[in-house]
């Protein structure tokens, strides 16, 4: 027997992610699973009620999934306890022929794409909306897309404020119910973050085995795909499971129902169990995450003993992060056009035509209506999120590199979006470069190239090369903004230390006297401090 375990929600979780999580992730997962096996109670969760009826009503009994987050990965292992599924969900894998179209090939997987569909509230009230709610609805469907989720039909409502109970007006609600049947939907994808009373109550309005999820649990669900390192699915793992402590209460629902209301409250009970399951779980996983993170630190420490500037590249997702990057460092960094195609930081060493050298590090993409709990996370807190990595990389850097994707027609919006997580981040201090990227994909390049001028932007295309020359040397003249000027003499026996600056810092003038090296330039602030008693010199010897 088996306790159902945590999903991104407990009755959202997205089938593609469990068939497409990473090694690393497998292994928390398993870890947790044990856990969490061991600290369960014997479960009856998984006897499936005989009176289950295909797109039954109101008196359907939901039988839980048992997914999980890892759960694809084992799924050879379970087979002795697979999961338990609602009929009206195993239908499309019993019949054959025109079902088969909807396998598609993910990332070397095969995927069984589920039949989407998506809802927006358009909220006069809520001024601070970026996008219009068509496009914040397109970009819905191309994250369901990146998730291995079909969309077949969308809708929207305008409303002074989202219905408490149901997000949507009952009206709405009876329109969605018809379009389910129509379209034979099996997940309804809102674009905005439900409460979790909203999540239950339109499951229990839609019926049939229909599952209600939210752009967050979606966007949790494709970082759950796509985290390759074990700190990131470690991020992530804790992420969903934040997200889902206060959605547990569904999870139990199916017993009180189940047993005839005969042992009322016994449901409740379960709650308190998993819940306190779960949080000795989240705990853990804090633990775990904090030992990781004080490695990199480490790691990240030493590196910095060469104090090598470190450039974060930041922006949208897609807006070519990673390709240019790659372009730059020859690295090997999946770019590709999906959402969040990049989890986890990666940092490449760029040289520089005169021999100086700095570090670029990619980040995962911003995205407009961001999970709360991430936006929410700030660096210095000790809550751990998802972003955490990234954010960590950001604010040690020398310089911030905004990208852009010009090309893009809601660029403004998502310059928008970005600044507005930025200005969360408490990272003013950095200097930040804006670079408009995809040049070669714009209408107007020349109209585009005038404007960047008038506003001192520079021009790339991380595909073609166009003006990477132009980057660097502007790269350059901001990471000069970062250092701090300096004059030295180096003696002649400290040879390294005049590489050292040399490499990291920008060199104005050299002269050998008979003492040393004299240098004029600009170096990193950690480098200027290790140089103070020959600065003194100079002072000195004038
Ligand atoms: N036309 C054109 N396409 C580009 C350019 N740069 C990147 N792309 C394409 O844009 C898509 C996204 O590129 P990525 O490098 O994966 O974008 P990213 O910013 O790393 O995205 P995330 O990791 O998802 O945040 C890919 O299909 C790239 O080929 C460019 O300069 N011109
Ligand atoms: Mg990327």
């Known amino acids: 027997a088996s306790l159902p375990l945590p999903s991104t929600s407990p009755r959202c979780q997205l089938r593609p992610a469990s068939l497409r999580c990473s090694r690393p992730r497998r292994r928390v997962a398993r870890a947790l699973d044990e856990r969490l096996v061991e600290a369960a109670p014997p479960a009856e969760t998984e006897v499936e009620d005989p009176g289950v009826e295909d797109g039954g009503g109101e008196g359907e009994v939901e039988v839980e999934e048992v997914e999980h987050a890892g759960r694809g990965e084992r799924e050879e292992e379970e087979t002795a306890r697979a999961p338990v599924r609602s009929r009206r969900r195993q239908q499309p894998e019993e019949e054959s022929s025109p079902e088969h179209d909807r396998f598609k090939l993910i990332n070397g997987k095969e995927i069984f794409q589920e039949k989407a569909y998506l809802v927006g509230v358009e909220c006069k009230r809520a001024g601070g909306s970026l996008f219009g709610i068509e496009e914040s609805l397109k970009e819905l469907e191309q994250l369901a897309d990146t998730a291995g989720l079909m969309a077949v039909g969308s809708t929207y409502q305008k409303l002074s404020t989202p219905n408490p109970r149901t997000y949507i007006g009952s009206g709405k609600v009876s329109e969605i119910k018809s379009a389910i049947h129509a379209l034979d939907v099996e997940t309804v994808i809102f674009d905005d973050e439900l409460s979790p009373g909203q999540l239950r109550n339109l499951e229990k309005a839609f019926g049939g085995g229909v599952r209600v999820c939210d752009r967050t649990a979606l966007i949790l669900d494709i970082f ?38 005969q042992v009322k409250g016994m449901g409740e009970k379960q709650i308190e169990v998993d819940k306190r399951i779960l949080r000795t779980q989240i705990s853990a996983l804090r633990k775990e995450l904090e030992s990781v993170r004080k490695h990199r ?15 974060s590249l930041l922006g949208y997702t897609n807006a070519g992060k990673s390709t240019l990057l790659n372009r730059l460092t020859g690295a090997d960094v999946l770019a590709e056009d999906k959402l969040f195609a ?6 490449r060493r760029v040289l520089m035509k005169n021999g100086t050298e700095f570090l670029l590090t990619d980040t995962v993409g911003f995205i ?59 990272i003013e201090s950095i200097p930040k470069l804006v670079v408009w990227n995809k040049i070669d994909n714009t209408d107007d390049t ?8 008038k506003q001192g932007i520079i021009c790339i295309s991380a595909i073609n090369g166009d003006g990477l020359e132009e980057f660097c040397n502007a790269i350059q003249a901001k990471l ?7 004059e030295a003499i180096v003696p002649y026996d400290k040879g390294e230390l005049l590489s050292d600056i040399h490499k990291v810092g920008m060199v104005e003038k050299t002269e050998y006297m008979e003492n040393g090296t004299f240098v004029k330039a600009h170096v990193p602030l950690p480098l200027a401090r ?8 100079v002072v000195a010897a004038l």
């Open 446 to 453: 020349l109209r585009v190239k005038e404007e960047a001028e």
């Open 530 to 537: 290790l140089l103070t008693p020959l600065r003194q010199q």
């Open 480 to 486: 000069k903004d970062s250092m701090v000027p300096i």
């Open 342 to 347: 990049t989890l986890d930081p990666t940092t």
């Open 368 to 426: 407009q209506k961001l999970p709360t709990m991430l936006s929410k996370l700030s660096i210095t807190t000790s809550q751990v999120a998802a972003f955490r990595a990234t954010l960590e990389e950001i604010s040690e850097s020398s310089v911030i590199v905004h990208l852009v994707d010009i090309s893009h027609p809601l660029a403004q919006q998502q310059i928008d979006a970005v600044d507005k997580v930025l200005k969360q981040l408490d």
């Open 224 to 261: 759950n795909q796509r985290a390759a390192t074990h700190e990131a699915a470690l991020q992530v793992t804790l992420a969903q499971m934040e997200y889902q402590l206060p959605r547990l209460t569904k999870m139990w629902t199916h017993l009180e129902r189940q047993s005839g209301g």
């Open 297 to 311: 630190k480490l790691y990240r420490n030493r590196r910095q003993s060469v104090p090598i500037p470190v450039v």
